[in-house]
């Protein structure tokens, strides 16, 4: 028998994701944006193998790549002196241990490439400037109510996926209205073609060809190239307090420049020249709250477990949700209990997710006798070693994987 619809709020990489997912099993996805332009917010983003996988299967990988770039390693250096202390090795290297390539890319590019893969399936509809008004459970499905351009509607459907992000308005459907909260961090950031003179700056301060993060007490940088290589992607993590709730706005550049104090002058000139930097206050979600209802209401990406981003595994985390959720609603019996199941299972690895952001965080800003410790024991960590930690992350497969070439999963 053929599935109900799927009805999915948001058209950002959870989303668009969940749709190609749920579409790959011959499902009806009806996907709905409310704001009347599809537009990502943010600029670069990681994709470590265990993301990347998934949008191979899903025939994304492949536009992806064409801007994206393989990076040589991760490189741990101190923003004070610029010494190298740790490196992960990653490009052949990642692809030989974890069957998959770590990539860094633009935002926007892996939208527009998800993008291309849902224009292409006749299963899929996207529609923007379309918001959902309620979500009613029937003895058969659900009924879903939708306001585009003043008019209401009504949809029918067998699941409804909340992809609507860290703000999301459709949380209160899963349990009591839960905001999220402000982490106490901002993140500033920028882009620089590799051609202009901040960018010249940079490849004499460190590889264009790696992702590199900076170790300070009072900040932490995150630096990696996007755009195929032609420009590179800038974060700077800082303490501070909430600008308002949204996405981005405009602070006090020298406050970027206070907490960077006692840094090596190379370092300190090209944050002062690679402005204009935007800041954005970084917002959480009580993972520990639920996810699903019986009804076959569901959250996934950052409208159930937005975290800090010091893993580099925000969309990773939302590519997962949205290949697993589809696999574990439609090979079940009973949609409740696959839903109760595949919130257990996602919780515990989202868990452990955010225990490796909060640890490298705490690692990246020690001081004093935390700091020499971190760097003995990087000293004493061969890079092999270093990628072996990752095993548990990057290696990932869903549930049920069958090895590549095995069958064909694309669109």
């Not at 990988?61 to 090795?89: K, M, Q, T």
């Not at 058969?140 to 999301?168: C, H, M, N, P, Y």
């Not at 001081?367 to 020499?372: F, K, T, Y």
């Amino acid at each position: 028998m053929q599935s109900p619809p799927v009805v999915i709020a948001g058209a950002g990489i959870a989303g668009l994701t969940a749709a190609l997912a749920f579409a790959r099993h011959g499902v009806s996805v009806h996907v709905h944006e409310r704001s009347p332009v599809l537009e990502e917010v943010g600029a670069g983003l990681q994709l470590s193998p265990n993301a990347t996988r998934i949008l191979d299967r899903l025939g994304v990988l492949d536009l992806v790549s064409r801007s994206a770039v393989r990076p040589e390693a991760v490189v741990l250096r101190c923003a004070a002196s610029l010494i190298e202390r740790g490196r992960v090795p990653l490009g052949a290297a990642a692809e030989r241990r974890w069957k998959a390539p770590y990539l860094v890319a633009h935002r926007a590019d892996l939208q527009s490439a998800l993008l291309s893969r849902v224009s292409e399936s006749l299963l899929i509809s996207v529609a923007t400037g379309s918001t959902v008004d309620t979500v009613e459970p029937r003895a058969d499905g659900l009924s879903i109510s939708i306001t585009q351009d003043g008019i209401t509607s009504q949809q029918e459907a067998g699941l409804f996926v909340a992809a609507d992000g860290v703000w999301s308005a459709s949380r209160r459907l899963v349990g009591p209205h839960e905001k999220s909260r402000f982490s106490g961090e901002l993140a500033w950031r920028t882009t620089i073609p590799v051609d202009s003179d901040p960018g010249r700056q940079f490849a004499g301060v460190t590889s264009l060809t790696t992702v590199t993060t900076f170790l300070h007490p009072g900040f932490h940088l995150v630096a990696y190239p996007v755009r195929a290589g032609h420009a590179v992607n800038l974060v700077a993590f800082t303490p501070g307090t909430a600008i308002s709730e949204q996405w981005s706005g405009e602070t006090d550049a020298g406050a970027l420049a206070r907490a960077m104090q006692g840094t090596a002058p190379a370092l300190s000139r090209l944050v002062q020249e690679a402005g204009p930097w935007t800041v954005w206050p970084l917002h959480t979600v009580d993972a520990s709250r639920p996810w699903t209802s019986a009804s076959g209401i569901v959250l996934i990406g950052d409208a159930a477990h937005a975290m800090t981003p010091f893993a580099a595994q925000g969309a990773a985390m939302a590519i997962e949700d949205a290949w697993t959720l589809a696999d574990a609603v439609l090979a079940a019996q009973n949609k409740a209990d696959a839903l109760q199941q595949w919130e257990a299972v996602r919780k515990a690895r989202v868990a452990r997710v955010a225990r490796r952001g909060a640890l490298n965080h705490f690692a990246w800003h020690a001081s004093g006798p935390v700091a020499l410790a971190r760097n003995l024991f990087l000293r004493f960590k061969s890079p092999a070693s270093l990628a072996a930690d990752m095993d548990w992350l990057y290696g990932w497969t869903p549930p049920g994987w069958s090895p590549p070439g095995s069958s064909d999963d694309r669109l």
